[in-house]
């Protein structure tokens, strides 16, 4: 009795501990804006990606200039590197931007009984919707290469808090004197993790370039990039180099000179790798911490949150997994002190039976006609 109950102790711990891997790993994949990587290296090959976020401050300004910057030094490591994309109508790698959320006064019409409701504002440059592939309910995305940039993007929310429905392409809406047109109403991601970092209720997405003229804020919010990783860290390298961190004299001991930035890089690639949750459950309680006025996006807080919950339940797979193998061990042990076999007996009958044995025979099997010979010959 005493024996079936540690068994059924014993594989709670290990349905636990099946339990706790798929919950971790649907989490690690809830949220799209991480995984672009994995999305891009659709052929099996390393890629990685990387965000820079912003401080949002009147010390240091960063605009549209800083990504385009971004951009051309990424490009000329590419052409250094001598990388080219297996397809030849591709890019070796991808980037987007965005700006930090203004809130504004949208109208629906011109003139008197217009609708019009305050929300958020946020500009986008490059490939956005790659990066954050909002599920589309009607319309399209809006993308750089387009020629007229008064084309917009409404949330869910924001549809039906204007025009009380989502079914709004060709619509239009005006911010201050700028008419732009609905292309496309998406839905953002499901979890609690969104709606906890969620800064509106509603949003609008923009092309950059139109910022200043709808007199929104044009200060860069951040800018993302996926780009080749042959070797460990090497992409997230080249964007330390970029902002003066030499990452070839780190000394081992020493300051680490990133905390020293004005910006935030981060590696989504590999957020949640065992050896970073690892790093975070050792540092839990001040990981998160930064000391820079960086206004996050919102998917950006998201992951934070989600590399928290993730953090714990990592805390709980180790504990699970020690209880299991200190189990397995207890029981072995057990198994072998109470054996009934001995294994120095088996040793000695082994040896006997392939060394003195077959040593006895070979010498009684040896023919004598060749003992004088300059070779003998084994029957």
């Known amino acids: 009795m005493k024996n ?6 014993f594989g709670a711990f290990v349905a636990s501990f099946c339990v706790l891997t798929a919950f ?90 217009h609708t019009s409701s305050e929300i958020g504002i946020v500009g986008i440059g490059g490939d956005f919707f790659e990066f954050h592939p909002l599920e589309l309910l009607s319309g399209n995305y809006i993308y750089s290469e387009e020629f007229a940039n008064n084309r917009v993007v409404l949330d869910e929310d ?81 964007f330390l180099n970029y902002y003066g961190v030499d990452t070839t004299t780190a000394v081992e001991g020493e300051d ?15 957020r949640y790798s065992v050896s970073n949750l690892w790093k975070s459950l050792l540092s839990f309680g001040k990981g998160s911490a930064v000391t820079r006025p960086i206004a996050f996006p919102y998917w950006e807080n998201a992951a934070r949150i989600v590399n928290a919950w993730l953090t714990l339940l990592f805390l709980f797979t180790v504990l699970v997994v020690a209880y299991i193998i200190i189990t397995v061990i207890v029981f072995v042990a057990k198994l072998y002190l109470n054996r009934k076999w001995h294994l120095k007996p088996f040793i000695e009958k082994l040896t006997d039976k392939y060394t003195y044995k077959k040593r006895t025979r070979d010498y009684i099997n040896v023919d004598m006609n060749l003992i004088d010979g300059k070779e003998s010959r084994y029957e």
């Open 158 to 238: 924001a549809a039906w808090k204007l025009f009380a429905s989502t079914d709004i392409i060709g619509m239009k809406i005006y911010i201050n004197d700028a008419e732009l047109e609905v292309a496309g109403v998406v839905r953002h991601e499901k979890g609690k993790a969104v709606e906890n970092s969620y800064p509106e209720k509603s949003l609008i997405y923009a092309h950059y370039s139109l910022l200043e003229t709808a007199g929104c804020s044009t200060a860069l919010s951040s800018y993302e990039a996926v780009l080749p990783n042959p070797v460990d860290n090497y992409a997230k390298n080249i």
């Open 24 to 113: 971790s790993s649907s989490l690690k994949s809830s949220l799209d804006s991480q995984n672009m990587a994995k999305r891009w290296s659709a052929d099996g090959s390393e890629f990685a990606q990387i965000s820079v976020f912003y401080p949002d401050s009147a010390i240091y300004s960063y605009s549209e200039r800083e990504a385009e910057s971004l951009h051309d030094s990424i490009e000329q490591k590419m052409e250094e590197e001598s990388y080219k994309s297996k397809n030849e109508e591709s890019h070796i790698f991808n980037d987007a931007y965005s700006s930090v959320i203004s809130k504004m006064n949208v109208n629906t019409k011109e003139g008197v009984g």
């Open 4 to 9: 079936k109950k540690k068994a059924i102790i």
């Open 256 to 270: 680490d000179p990133e905390k020293s930035l004005p910006v935030v890089i981060v590696d989504n690639t590999k």
